[in-house]
């Protein structure tokens, strides 16, 4: 497995004009991010497509709603165009561009059990380097508990927004994957209220609210033809790849109790006084 670090959060920041900025969605790797992405298009774009003609039926997630570090280094314009304006990136807060974090765009942060987080992970790269057998799993497993992963470690990662949740609460919104699996009627109209476009008493009566979350659920995305055989259109990666099994605790099945509490013990220690507990 590839552990680097990504090469744009090394590189020097460049300026994002910030009347594109509108809301942004970072998290860490396999996280809840094609989750996400979809339940925020859905949402955004509800009053524009009937619920047959939504582009989630024919595009990726990562399609409707790009990764800031693919496209803009491509077409640094582009984000003067996103309709609607949703972004989203791996990026850690601390290597935001200044003008990200100066424009006062929402940000919405999903995090992840790192156990399930890295399992996911590990999958992942399995299935875009399939010509490359890579790092064992105990050997990937090690390093990831020593903090070498993509971006950055995952405890910095997801402290880094974390605390920013904590300093500006009605610029950052932070979402639980498992707790969005348990009630995603219920944070999906929290999410909807956060980005500007809530739900009005007449939608929820009318049951828009669970047509989305039908829409984007694992189970339907998972199965529409564009998520089995289609491509990204910026880079040649399956989109099959982001599809597994979506599943919580499903690292049960991977990691041993040893590694298991290792872990476990290494986010005890990194989260200490930061007031969030899985």
Request: with cysteine; charged share 25%.
């Given at each position: 497995m590839n552990t680097s670090n990504c090469k744009n959060c090394e590189e020097e920041e460049e300026e994002v004009p910030p009347q594109t900025l509108r809301t942004a969605e970072p998290s860490f790797p396999k996280s809840g991010t094609t989750w996400l992405k979809a339940l925020s298009f859905a949402t955004a774009t509800r009053t524009r497509f009937h619920n047959s003609e939504n582009p989630l039926l024919t595009?990726?997630?990562?399609?409707?709603?790009?990764f800031l570090e693919v496209y803009f280094n491509k077409n640094p314009t582009m984000l003067e165009s996103l309709d609607p304006p949703l972004w989203s990136t791996h990026i850690p807060y601390s290597s935001l561009p200044k003008s990200?974090?100066?424009s006062g765009c929402?940000?919405?942060?999903?995090?992840?059990?790192?156990?399930?987080?890295?399992?996911s992970l590990w999958h992942f790269r399995k299935r875009i380097e399939s010509h490359n057998p890579g790092i064992i799993f105990e050997e990937a497993f090690e390093m990831f508990c020593?903090?070498?992963?993509?971006?950055?470690?995952?405890?910095?990662?997801?402290?880094g927004y974390w605390k920013a949740s904590l300093e500006?609460?009605?610029?950052?919104?932070?979402?639980?994957y498992e707790e969005m699996m348990e009630?995603?009627?219920?944070?999906?109209?929290?999410?909807a209220e956060f980005i500007g476009h809530p739900f009005s008493l007449q939608e929820e009566n009318e049951g828009v609210v669970q047509n989305i979350?039908?829409?984007?659920?694992?189970?339907?995305?998972?199965?529409?033809?564009?998520?089995?055989?289609g491509k990204r259109d910026c880079i040649v990666v399956n989109n099959n790849a982001f599809f597994r099994k979506g599943k919580v605790g499903d690292w049960k099945n991977y990691l041993t109790s040893e590694m298991a509490e290792r872990l476990d013990k290494?986010?005890?220690e990194k989260f200490a006084g930061s007031g969030f507990k899985f």
């Amino acid at each position: 497995m590839n552990t680097s670090n990504c090469k744009n959060c090394e590189e020097e920041e460049e300026e994002v004009p910030p009347q594109t900025l509108r809301t942004a969605e970072p998290s860490f790797p396999k996280s809840g991010t094609t989750w996400l992405k979809a339940l925020s298009f859905a949402t955004a774009t509800r009053t524009r497509f009937h619920n047959s003609e939504n582009p989630l039926l024919t595009k990726s997630p990562h399609d409707c709603i790009p990764f800031l570090e693919v496209y803009f280094n491509k077409n640094p314009t582009m984000l003067e165009s996103l309709d609607p304006p949703l972004w989203s990136t791996h990026i850690p807060y601390s290597s935001l561009p200044k003008s990200i974090i100066d424009s006062g765009c929402k940000i919405v942060y999903i995090c992840r059990d790192p156990k399930d987080a890295f399992v996911s992970l590990w999958h992942f790269r399995k299935r875009i380097e399939s010509h490359n057998p890579g790092i064992i799993f105990e050997e990937a497993f090690e390093m990831f508990c020593k903090g070498s992963s993509f971006y950055a470690p995952y405890w910095e990662h997801f402290l880094g927004y974390w605390k920013a949740s904590l300093e500006f609460p009605d610029r950052v919104l932070f979402l639980k994957y498992e707790e969005m699996m348990e009630d995603t009627a219920l944070y999906l109209k929290r999410l909807a209220e956060f980005i500007g476009h809530p739900f009005s008493l007449q939608e929820e009566n009318e049951g828009v609210v669970q047509n989305i979350v039908d829409l984007c659920s694992f189970e339907n995305l998972s199965n529409l033809e564009v998520n089995k055989s289609g491509k990204r259109d910026c880079i040649v990666v399956n989109n099959n790849a982001f599809f597994r099994k979506g599943k919580v605790g499903d690292w049960k099945n991977y990691l041993t109790s040893e590694m298991a509490e290792r872990l476990d013990k290494i986010i005890e220690e990194k989260f200490a006084g930061s007031g969030f507990k899985f």
